[in-house]
């Protein structure tokens, strides 16, 4: 049973930074890309960042030069470190994970539970 487990929301004021995590655990074969996504009240989830196991990259344009995501292999971790935050800014933000798991070697996506983010002051 993989789980994604979030952590590091909050409310930040206008111009202020925050961090996200999100810890992958459970019978994992290979984590193949994780990323984040967010959704505002009564609006879709969308995408905000991802990272392949390779380290390739991808930023909606509302973030880019703004937000940055990383990993952490050994640890199964991805971070989504984010700066000049912005009132659109504040949703509820989910960890996303392509993962590989035995014993089929299948690759699943998973989500996390969700962490919010307020951007206010």
């Known amino acids: 049973q993989v789980q994604l487990v979030e952590s590091g929301g909050g409310l930040v004021q206008p111009g202020g930074s925050l961090r996200l995590s999100c810890a992958a655990s459970?019978?994992?074969?290979?984590?193949?890309?994780m990323g984040w996504y967010r959704q505002a009240p009564g609006k879709q989830r969308d995408l905000v960042a991802t990272?392949?196991?390779?380290?390739?990259?991808a930023f909606a344009d509302s973030v880019k030069g703004r937000f940055t995501i990383s990993t952490d292999n050994a640890k199964n971790t991805v971070y989504l470190q984010m700066s000049s935050l912005k009132p659109e800014d504040t949703a509820v933000y989910y960890c996303?994970?392509?993962?590989?798991?035995?014993?089929?070697?299948?690759?699943?996506?998973?989500w996390g539970q969700g962490t919010q983010v307020t951007v206010s002051s």
């Open positions: 996303n994970a392509k993962i590989t798991i035995p014993p089929n070697f299948r690759e699943n996506a998973y």
């Open positions: 459970g019978r994992m074969f290979s984590i193949n890309a």
């Open positions: 990272i392949t196991r390779g380290g390739t990259t």
